[in-house]
């Protein structure tokens, strides 16, 4: 999907430092992933664990 405007150029960055609810953090990563193919994860103080990473890399591979 091509890109005009303001759109174009624009790293989607997603806030996940706990002050949106998980599932509309959720949301917001699959339509950035999607729209764009990459994004910008914004984390204050809040680490992902390595275990939910490796399981999304699992999940998009087709090998859950």
Same mark, same amino acid.
């Given at each position: 999907m091509a890109t005009? =405007? /303001? /759109? !174009? =150029?624009l790293i989607p960055v997603i806030d996940i430092s706990g002050t949106t609810s998980e599932q509309k953090v959720a949301e917001q990563l699959v339509n950035a992933a !999607?729209?764009? =193919?990459?994004?910008? &994860?914004? *984390?204050e103080g809040k680490d992902i664990p390595v275990d939910? &990473? *490796?399981n999304m890399f699992e999940i998009v591979s087709g090998n859950p």
């Open positions: 005009t =405007g /303001e /759109e !174009a =150029g !999607a729209r764009h =193919g990459f994004l910008y &994860i914004k *984390n939910s &990473i *490796n």
